[in-house]
């Protein structure tokens, strides 16, 4: 199993910026898919963004396209979110993902990704 542990959350006042870590334990995390997900208060988790093995192709939910990016360090099996220009609609737990079996594209989709952080809050306020 790949184990998953965010960091970086906290409480931002709107057009702030946070940059979120996501440390993996894993026998082969540069082969793994990473993708980021969050879940607001009564709402169902949604995808934010997602990175195949290399960092070389990533993908954004259009909700955050322009303002967040995605990266990678596969030397420190760490996955990165740099979210700038936050909203307080981006107020959610966020969680990290990763797809251990191959994969040759970014994947969206809760049900492709194998394993899950706790999560980290982020609160953006008005």
């Known amino acids: 199993q790949v184990q998953l542990v965010e960091s970086g959350g906290g409480l931002v006042q709107s057009g702030g910026s946070l940059r979120l870590s996501c440390a993996a334990t894993g026998r082969a995390f540069s082969s793994y898919a990473m993708g980021w997900f969050r879940q607001a208060p009564g709402k169902e988790r949604e995808f934010v963004a997602g990175i195949n093995w290399s960092g070389s192709m990533t993908y954004y939910a259009d909700s955050v396209k322009g303002r967040f990016t995605i990266s990678r360090d596969n030397a420190k099996n760490t996955v990165y979110l740099q979210m700038n220009s936050l909203k307080p609609e981006d107020t959610a737990v966020y969680y990290c993902?990763?797809?251990?079996?191959?994969?040759?594209?970014?994947?969206?989709?809760?049900?492709?990704?194998?394993?899950w952080g706790q999560g980290t809050q982020v609160t953006v306020s008005s």
């Open positions: 993902a990763a797809r251990v079996k191959p994969t040759i594209v970014v994947v969206t989709t809760i049900r492709d990704y194998d394993s």
